[in-house]
Structures are given as C-alpha cells and as structure tokens.
C-alpha cells in the first residue's frame, strides 16, 4: 500500500492540439483517486499546480512556448519534489508529456540523495527525443527525453540537481511505433533500451517487459512515464497524436500488472489525455484502469496479499 500524492497540470503547451490541459479534470472524473483507494493506498490530491496560460505561437529557434514550457515545468518539479520527500508517491496528472521533464527531474535529483538507483519506464508510440534541431513540430512534448539526457535549452535541461539529470541506461522506452529520422539516429547513438512495436510484436509482452524488469532490485525506485497514446487509438481516442498499430486493451494491462509485481514503482507520469478528443471520457478511464492494475488491482488474489501464502 502506498502513500500516493496526485498532482495536476493543467497545461498542452507543449502539445500540438490543445485539449490536455483537461487532463486532469478528466481523470479525477474518471474516479482515479477512489479507485486507488479502494486498494488500500492513502490517497491525497493536492489539486492543480499554477502555470502560464497557453498561448499559440509559431517555433522560435525551434521551440513552442519554451518559456510557458519552463514555468509550468518548474511547477511540477517543485511539487513532486515536496511530496517525495515526505515519502509518498508522486502521481502527475498532465497535462502534455513535456512536463516529464519537471518530474522526472526531482525523482532523479530524489533517488541522488536517498542512493536509489532510478529505472525510467517510458511507456509512448514515440521517442520523444528530438531537439530543436531535428523537430518537425517545434513541440516540445516531442523533446523530453533528448532534455533529460542534457540535450535541449539550459532552462529545461538544467532542472535537476545535475546535468544530465539522468543518463541513457536508465531509461527503458516500451511500445514506440513513431520516431522521426533524427530520433532514430539519436537512439542508436544513445544506446538506449528501446522495445519497439516490432519487438513486442515478434518477442511477446511478456517476454519484453521480463527483460525490462530484470535489473530491478530491491534498491530500485522504478518511475513510469505513461503517454496514453502507447495504447493503441481504438482503445485510446482521446490523444493529440494518435498511431494507430499499439497495443491491445490486455497487453497494456500486462504491462501495468508485471510493473505492480516488482512492488518498486516509486512516482508515475499520466499524460496526453486530450479530453476535446476522447470519447465519452474512455481514455481517462482507460487511463483509471490501467493505474488500478499498476497499483496491485488484478482478478485473483496475488500471493503477496494472502497471510500463509500456500506451499510449492
Ligand atoms: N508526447 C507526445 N505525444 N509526443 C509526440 C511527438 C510527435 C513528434 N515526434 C514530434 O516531435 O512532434
Ligand atoms: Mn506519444
Ligand atoms: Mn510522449
């Protein structure tokens, strides 16, 4: 059972189409913090975090918004920091997956200085590793990971206690099936652990998420970075960037449950809920769903909750 601590950011300034700044709002309607708590976490919501409002300009020096980006990235930073250090579980409600770049940058500066050993799953149809280089969209939800990895503008990149706030080794990139040319290369150069569409298809879920897991250790403080577009859109229709070919409804479970299984998971990005596209609010409670089966929620009673688990 966990101490879960959710964090809304109402923002898609680093989106494409607007919409995910209702993000929040959907997945509260969406009975995520009752849900969780009917598995036994402590929930609280601190509600939503203040930023700038979203404007629409053009690129400037390839970036959309940066100083928008910054403000709101700087927001979820210092909240997750807080609750962090008073033990509990960081739950981001986005918003657009920029804002990965504020919480995973004060879950790396946290794991640092409790000597934790982080393991980022990134789990999205894309890489989200370009930079203003190579971006064909100037969005900077397209950008995180490359900031992460100390590749960006000194505002984003320059958010954790060190840059790089984290190196590629730990980060797992699962489900991707959209990468634009530059980010192929930046991959490859990179050496990052991507788990690609082709994989999943010709390894098997399972058998991936096996090797994706299998340095977690006790020491471990496991984030996911959840992009509802990793599911597949006939699924999961309220995104701003759809690819169509992503995982099954039960795939996706399957990654959430062998997640829940380490009982490592340390802080979640939920992100790219884009309720002006979602049908009847069906991707926030996939969204719900999904979370539920990352928090231990699963048909059978699991081994870990019986008192005398039985024998061989
Ligand atoms: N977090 C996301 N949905 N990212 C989509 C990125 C799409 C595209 N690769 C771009 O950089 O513009
Ligand atoms: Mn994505
Ligand atoms: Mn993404």
């Not at 950008?143 to 990895?149: E, G, K, T, W």
Request: net charge negative.
């Amino acid at each position: 059972m966990a101490q879960i601590s959710l964090i809304g950011a109402p923002t898609d300034v680093g989106a494409s189409l607007a919409g995910c700044r209702l993000g929040p709002g959907a997945l509260r309607v969406a009975r995520l913090a009752s849900g969780l708590r009917a598995l036994g976490n402590d929930v609280r919501d601190i509600g939503d975090v203040a930023g700038p409002p979203n404007p629409r300009r053009e690129p400037v020096d390839g970036y959309k918004h940066l100083p928008e980006v910054t403000a709101w990235n700087h927001a979820v930073r210092d909240a997750v920091a807080v609750e962090l250090a008073e033990g509990r579980l960081p739950i981001l409600l986005g918003g657009d997956h920029s804002l990965a770049i504020g919480s995973i940058s004060a879950v790396a500066a946290h794991c640092r200085a409790a000597g934790k050993k982080l393991l980022i799953i990134w789990v999205d149809a894309h890489a989200d590793i370009n930079t203003n280089e190579m971006t064909p969209s100037g969005n900077i939800h397209g950008m995180p990971v490359a900031c992460l990895l100390g590749h960006g503008p000194a505002e984003l990149t320059g958010m954790s206690d060190q840059v790089p706030a984290i190196t590629a080794d730990q980060i797992h990139q699962v489900g991707l099936r959209s990468v634009d040319p530059g980010e192929k290369r930046f991959l490859a150069e990179s050496g990052l652990a991507v788990y690609d569409m082709r994989f999943l298809d010709e390894v098997g879920t399972r058998r991936a998420m096996t090797r994706v897991l299998a340095s977690v250790d006790a020491a471990t403080h496991l984030h996911l970075s959840l992009d509802l577009d990793f599911v597949d859109p006939s699924v999961a229709p309220g995104v701003g960037t759809p690819v169509v070919g992503g995982p099954t409804y039960r795939e996706a479970h399957l990654v959430m449950e062998m997640i829940a299984d380490t009982g490592r998971l340390g802080s979640l990005d939920i992100v790219e809920v884009n309720t002006a596209l979602d049908v009847r609010n069906a991707t926030a409670e996939l969204a719900v769903d999904l979370v539920e089966s990352l928090f231990g929620k699963s048909t059978l009673l699991r081994v870990t909750d019986l008192a005398n688990p039985p024998r061989g």
